[in-house]
Nanobody, 125 residues
């Protein structure tokens, strides 16, 4: 069993930066891939970024490529999302997710095994 708790959301001006963190509990987190999703008001939850168990392989949605960076620390059991050059369209609730297995094999939200409750990011223009 893995529990996930996100933090770091808030209000930021367009062009600014935020760093989200996801704290994981459970003895097997290092055996899970992890991902960030986001859900804007009135829209579906969509994939943002994913990382394999060791942090050596990462994936990004086209909309955030070059601006966001996902990383993880398996000693601290955390997964971070560094967000730079934020735009108003990045406004959403951001969710941390984990899936059993070492590799990232899917970006589909229904395939994730564990979810956090989300943290709100608001980008003002």
């Amino acid at each position: 069993q893995v529990q996930l708790v996100e933090s770091g959301g808030g209000l930021v001006q367009a062009g600014g930066s935020l760093r989200l963190s996801c704290a994981a509990s459970g003895p097997t987190f290092s055996r899970h891939s992890a991902a960030w999703f986001r859900q804007a008001p009135g829209k579906e939850r969509v994939f943002v970024a994913a990382i394999n168990w060791s942090g050596s392989i990462t994936y990004y949605a086209d909309s955030v490529k070059g601006r966001f960076t996902i990383s993880r620390d398996n000693v601290k059991n955390t997964v971070d999302l560094q967000m730079n050059s934020l735009k108003s369209e990045d406004t959403a609730v951001y969710y941390c997710a984990a899936r059993a297995g070492f590799a990232v094999t899917t970006f589909v939200k229904n395939d994730m095994d564990y979810w956090g409750k989300g943290t709100l990011v608001t980008v003002s223009s």
